[in-house]
Structure formats: C-alpha cells, structure tokens
C-alpha cells in the first residue's frame, strides 16, 4: 500500500509543508498501538487525535509517492520524555539516525530537523524503536517541508498536509511558517514582502491583482488593522500569529496565517519572585538584543510598583548591564509587588516587561531529625511519633532546591542496570540538605518488568536502604491503574517489603477515579494526580477525586495529592493562585502531604521553573502550610473558603 502526503487543492506553488499524523501508517509490525492523544491514555484531548506507541521491537512504515523533487527536511513530533526512548529513523532502508529533542518533557513536541532527504518519485520511510529502549516512544506526527530552518510551533494539534495560499514572507531574519486556514478563495499575488521583524511597527508590501481591493492585517486575537497596503502591524519580541485577509466588497478573497518570530529587544529577569519578609534586595539581569548603535540610542527603567504606586525606580541609559543593581525592598509588608523592566526610545517605552513579586511570611523552624521509625494511622504519618506535614518536591533528585523550596521531601530513584547506586546517592543528598527521601521501586526493569516485581531484587534494595536516616518511606509504584498492574502483583511486593521493613510506609499514586480503591491492600498512603487546570473544569476538576476519597478512604489512612505542576498536552501550568487554592481545598478535605510534580528537564530540573513565578511563588505555599501546620494536621480548618471559580482563598483567623 503507498501513502501519498496530499497537497491542499486549488493551492499555488510556493514552500510546501506536507504533514501527516503517524497512526496513518501503512504498515507496521512489532509491538505497535494507539493511545489517546496526551501523555497517558486517560488524559482525553480536545483533537481527539491519538499517539502511536511503540514498543520495543515496534515499527511503521510507508511508501511516499509524489513528493516534490529536492530537498525535504523531516521533521518528527512525539513526546521528548526521556533520553531511554528513542526512535530511529530510515529512508529507503538506509539508516537518517534518531529523533532527537531540545530538551525533555511531558509534552508533545517538535524534534530537532532528523535529516535532509530527496523527493521525487517513490520511497519508504520508517520509524522504530531503538533496541534496548527502557520507555516506549510515543509518536503524533510527521513534517516534510521544502522550507529550510523551519519547524511548527508545539501548540497540540492535528495537522492535514497544506500549501500556503500566500507565499513564506520574505523576511531576512525571524522564522516564519504558514499554517492552514481552509478560508476564503485563494487568489495569487506576486509578491508579499516585509522586512526585518523588528519590536514596534512593520509595514507589509503587498501585491497582485487584486491589489485595489482593501487588505487587513492582525497579530494574535487583536484587532484588525485596514488599509492599502495594510497599515504597520506593530510587533513585540517573541512568536506571533499573522494574519492577513483580502476583501472585494464583502466578498473574502485570500486570507493566509502565518507564525512569525520576532527578536526580542530586551531580555530580563529576576533572580528569585518570591522572598521571605525582611529580605533587604532581590538581584535582576537585563539586556538589549539591538546592535550597537541602536542602543546609543536606547535606555533601562527598572520599577518597583504597590499597584499604580512606585515604590523604587532606577533609570541607566547606554546599553544595559549584564546584572543591574539590586532592587531594594526595605521593610516591605508581606503581599503582592511588580517589578518593571522597560527599553525606553526617544522617550517612550518600546518594550517592557513585568513580574509578580510575592513578599511572605517566613516560616517557622522545622527542625530535622534522623529517621527512627515511621508510623501511620487512620489520618496521619507520624515521623518519629509526631505527625508529620509533608511537601514532596516530585521527580527531581536536587534536594538542596527541595530545601530552598520549603519542601521537605524527595523522591530517590535509580535506573538500570542496577538502581541501588543512584538510591544511595539521593539518600545521602537528602541528608545532608535535611529533607527526607521517598525511595522508588517501579522505574527500571531490574525492579519492575513486564507488570511484575523482580522480588529477590527488591529485598536487596529494601534490606540495603531500611535503616537510613533519610527514608520515609516506599513508592512502591506510581499510576498503577494507567498502566494497568495487576493488584494482585502490587500486593505481593507490598507483603514482601512489610516483611522486611514494618516501620516505613508503602505509597502508591493513583490517576484514575475509577480505580481509585483496587490497589488499597498495598497501600499505607493513598494519592493521587489529576491535571484539570486549563481544562473547562478549572479547580473544580479535583472535585471527583475530592468526593470519592471522602466517601471511600478518609477516616482510613492518611491522604496525599500531586498538585498539578507541569503542562500537559492541551492543559497548562497552574498560576501561584490557582496553586495554593489548590493546596488548600486539599487540605479542607483531609489532606495533609503535599506533592508538586517535577521531571527530567534541564537544570533546575523542575516542571515548575518553566514558569520562573511559579517555581519561585512554591516557597512562598510552602511557608504558608509550614505556618499552618498544626490546624491542618487537626483538621481544626473551620471558616476556610476556596472560591473555586476565582482561586481565592480565605482562611480561618488565626493560625
């Protein structure tokens, strides 16, 4: 069977962008299904796409006919979560090499260009997975373009092959990929010109024949600027969907989308967007992105706001520095700041920039003490005989930020061929950060393989790590449920490990409601994940979970959740506020450990540092629980509100 990557019809020649989804496969062989589009097969996706999995000996593969002659770039869109998981790629049974990604996520994104290949004529191509793989690949879509240096945005979607009605503009510098529109009559035009994107206005040069009629022009959702040609569309630094639409009358003549990218002016930041009460200064870095003798030209405001009131203002002209001066913050009360960062030409601000600053209240002491015994009743752990707050920093082996967040655990993992080295590395980081550590028993094949415990290996690691100072306890395994473990498997090591160890507890996390009970036998602490923030259902979204446990587990054993902290495919970040409303509708409920997601991106190593405000505001959460601490443990929490529409919370008075 061939598959030919079909062109939009009635489209005009110009760079071509030939897209097909990987689950449309001819032929595949091996280990191969479908998920539903997302990171687990239960996180449904507004596309209603799917993801194609392959297993360790999985392949697909097709025959590409009536390709464009020359050169194509491909391009291969999957899920970069681990460096174990990798496809490799073969054209015409000769090998191109393995997909390859910025960095490491949840999310579904782009790779890097795999390779340049020939069009014209027939030929295959396939994708498989690399033996030895310790994950599956999971794969969305593929790219073939005669564009050079050009690659979709990794907003998730399903993509159909397409030309651009209006030909690439021809912009010396900046990115610039057409995106289908299924609007309006294509009509040709000889030429679509702008020059280098630049921050501030951009005039276009249109034309064609119908080049009297009267052209719109847009950026994003704003509003739409007429005339002939378009009047400037003013730009600001980052990437921006064009669009420009043509009208004889009212009659819609051409229309084209295009995705521009536009060097920023200035680039800044700051060191930290959330400080303990009676920090004297927080650090900023600034830079101008224009050439030299433009920034003669420019200056640097920096501000510190109270709402509308400045509270500092520090002004340079010249081009920035690479660190500026400290942005003093005195005696501030506890609550919200901004701080501005403006470039400022011929005495107007071209760019500006803006953050949240949370000023909070420290928290109290919590003194660390070596690990002796953990015990657990119908609603706490108890480290060392007192019951215990928890605040686990997920899927990251840095205890020293766990500390700096305020949290108080970790979770110690290790990898094949044999985990107990890289274990005994995050013990020890735990202790000396004094913080305590959640050992994993599910994420390598020497542990867990093939829905089983390997149960000689895990009463090595068991017997190896039961009497370090630093250990809670056992994350026996996580998402049961989504991979569909048979419970029976999990009770077996469950028993073994409470034969050996009786005085740490055994945790296992959750994500599906309608297994929320199946795995109880095996549990000490029950948890669970949801991701329903950027959905319809907003905080409302833990509500099921919230009912459930309610209804089946509280009163049973202590609670725990895994706070959303990573964007999911279609979902996004929590902001600081829907965080600690999050924290504290838990809480309201029974809860009283909380976990934030993390995963393998780079340093930090944290999901919650692709948002710098939210990764920093988590200290600011954690200080607050901290303060709590003694009312949420009592579940003495009378008079608190979570506003589930707004994410206000409103707590009792008085810790």
Not at 413 to 440: H, M, Q, S, T
Request: aromatic share 8%.
């Amino acid at each position: 069977m061939t598959t030919c990557l079909l062109l939009a019809a009635g489209l005009l020649a110009g760079d071509q962008y030939l897209f097909t989804e990987v689950e449309s496969a001819a032929r595949r062989g091996g280990s191969v299904g479908l998920r539903q589009e997302g990171f687990t097969p239960w996180m449904r996706h507004p596309s209603g796409g799917a993801v194609l999995v392959l297993g360790g000996d999985g392949w697909v593969e097709w025959t590409l006919t009536d390709l464009p002659a020359g050169d194509l770039q491909l391009y291969v869109r999957g899920l970069s979560w681990r460096q174990d998981a990798v496809t490799l790629v073969s054209w015409d049974g000769a090998p191109l090499g393995a997909v390859q990604y910025d960095q490491h996520s949840t999310s579904l994104a782009w790779s890097r260009r795999v390779a340049t290949v020939r069009g014209g004529g027939e030929h295959r191509l396939r994708l498989a997975a690399a033996p030895g793989n310790q994950q599956v690949p999971y794969l969305d879509c593929l790219l073939l373009t005669t564009a050079l240096d050009v690659r979709p945005d990794d907003e998730d979607q399903d993509f159909r092959s397409f030309q651009s009605v209006l030909p690439p503009l021809e912009l010396p510098t900046g990115r610039v990929l057409p995106l289908p529109d299924g609007q309006g009559e294509p009509a040709e035009l000889t030429s679509v010109a702008g020059g280098a994107l630049v921050v501030g206005p951009n005039p276009l040069t249109l034309q064609g024949p119908a080049a009297t009629a009267a052209w719109e022009a847009r950026i994003g959702d704003g509003a739409w600027s007429s005339g002939q040609p378009p009047a400037p569309v003013a730009l600001h630094g980052g990437r921006h969907r064009l669009e420009l639409r043509q009208r004889v009358g009212e009659r819609l003549v051409t229309s084209g989308a295009w995705m521009v990218e536009v060097p920023a002016l200035l680039s800044a930041g700051l060191a930290t967007h959330a400080v303990p009460r009676g920090t004297a200064a927080v650090e900023w870095t600034a830079t101008l992105h224009a050439a030299v003798d433009q920034q003669r030209e420019l200056a640097i405001r920096l501000r510190l706001l109270s709402g509308e009131r400045v509270l500092h203002e520090a002004f340079r002209a010249g081009a920035a520095p690479e660190q500026g001066p400290a942005v003093p913050l005195g005696d501030l009360a506890a609550g919200r700041y901004e701080v501005e960062v403006a470039a400022w030409r011929d005495g107007q601000p071209a760019e500006t920039l803006r953050w949240p600053l949370y000023v909070y209240e420290p928290a109290p002491a919590e003194p660390w003490e070596p690990v002796r015994r953990v015990t657990w009743n119908e609603r706490h752990l108890l480290l060392n005989g007192r019951p215990f707050l928890g605040r686990l920093l997920y899927h990251t082996a840095d205890a020293a930020l766990a500390k700096r967040l305020g949290c108080n655990l970790l979770q110690c993992a290790g990898w094949d061929p044999d985990p107990r080295e890289k274990i005994a590395e995050a013990l020890e980081r735990c202790r000396e950060a004094e913080v305590y550590g959640f050992v994993a028993l599910f994420n390598n094949r020497w542990l867990l393989d093939q829905g089983r415990f390997n149960l000689p290996h895990l009463r090595q690691v068991i017997e190896q790590f039961r009497e370090h100072p630093a250990l809670l306890g056992w994350d026996l395994v996580d998402e049961p449920d989504g991979q569909e473990l048979d419970p029976a498997a999990v009770a077996e090591a469950a028993t073994l490990i409470r034969q050996l160890d009786p005085h740490h507890p055994l945790w296992i996390n959750l994500c599906r409601p309608d297994q929320a009970t199946r795995y109880l036998a095996a549990q000490d602490l029950w948890s669970y994940d949801a991701y329903p923030l950027g959905s319809p259902a907003g905080l409302r979204g833990y509500l099921e979970w919230l009912s459930l446990s309610d209804r089946q587990v509280r009163g049973q054993r202590p609670l725990g959740v895994v706070l959303q902290g990573y964007n999911s495919a279609g979902l996004r970040l929590p902001t600081p506020e829907e965080l600690r409303a999050s924290a504290w509708l838990h809480a309201q409920h029974g809860y009283n450990w909380f976990s934030y997601y993390s995963w393998f991106d780079p340093a930090p190593a944290l999901c919650l540092a692709r948002d710098p405000v939210l990764g920093s505001y988590l200290a600011a959460l954690n200080a607050e629980l901290l303060t709590w601490r003694e009312r949420i443990l009592s579940g003495r929490l009378e008079g608190l509100h979570v506003n589930l529409d707004s994410a206000a919370v409103t707590l009792p008075a008085g810790p």
